[in-house]
């Protein structure tokens, strides 16, 4: 069964740091594609990163590049997201998610861990 | 990169047919899915490649495509389909999501 485990996630002030992780379980990790996704309070989903199982290609949305970075260490199974220079409107609940190749998607999604950027 | 527009919401009788449009201008060149969220909880992908349903998806959850409009439908909603419900399409480096629709059971 496949499992995606958020952590990291808390209070931070404007301007602050923090780093999700994602551990990750039931598939093989090292090469799958993996993604963030956001959802700030009462509002809609919106793509965040992607990093390709051997780290190779990374994307990232307008709204966060050049704040925040994704990556991988495929021998802890583990996911992570960087996130520096962070903002009011960072705030929101952060989804780890697999792509899937038979889905052709984003099929498999963790819990969520929220992000609350206030001073 | 680009949008898709969703209705804010929808309202069905239960038994009734529930009808959620997507529209975006790239649609006619990318795969749309559809995801089912409710509240406190993770979405979960209900329909793959326009018309796809993973396995465990019940039947009356379908999908359909044409031109720039991609449809989800709920045939015989229940109470438990109140719900947000989100199309989602590729663009050249990620992901996009539709604006949302939030079906609510009468």
């Known amino acids: 069964e496949v499992q995606l485990v958020e952590s990291g996630g808390g209070l931070v002030k404007p301007g602050g740091s923090l780093r999700l992780s994602c551990a990750a379980s039931?598939?093989?990790?090292?090469?799958?594609?993996m993604n963030w996704v956001r959802q700030a309070p009462g509002k809609g989903l919106e793509w965040v990163s992607s990093?390709?199982?051997?780290?190779?290609?990374?994307y990232y949305a307008d709204s966060v590049k050049g704040r925040f970075t994704i990556s991988r260490d495929n021998a802890k199974n583990s996911l992570y997201l960087r996130m520096n220079s962070l903002r009011a409107e960072d705030t929101g609940v952060y989804y780890c998610?697999?792509?899937?190749?038979?889905?052709?998607?984003?099929?498999?999604w963790g819990q969520g861990i929220l992000v609350t950027v206030s001073s | 990169s680009y949008e898709l527009t969703q209705p804010p919401s929808v309202s069905v009788s239960p038994g009734q047919t529930a009808t959620i449009t997507c529209s975006g201008d790239?649609?006619?060149?990318?795969?749309a899915y559809w995801y089912q969220q409710k509240p406190g909880q993770a979405p979960v992908l209900l329909i793959y490649?326009?018309?796809e349903r993973p396995s465990g998806i019940p039947e009356r959850f379908s999908g359909s495509s044409s031109g720039t409009t991609v449809t989800l439908t709920i045939s015989g909603v229940q109470a438990e389909d109140e719900a947000d419900y989100y199309c989602?399409?590729?663009?050249?480096?990620?992901?996009?999501f539709g604006t949302g629709t939030k079906v609510t059971v009468l």
């Open positions: 998610a697999r792509y899937s190749e038979n889905y052709r998607t984003l099929a498999y």
């Open positions: 039931g598939f093989t990790f090292s090469s799958s594609n």
């Open positions: 990093i390709s199982g051997s780290s190779s290609d990374i």
């Open positions: 790239a649609l006619p060149k990318q795969y």
């Open positions: 490649k326009d018309t």
């Open positions: 989602q399409s590729a663009d050249s480096s990620g992901w996009v």
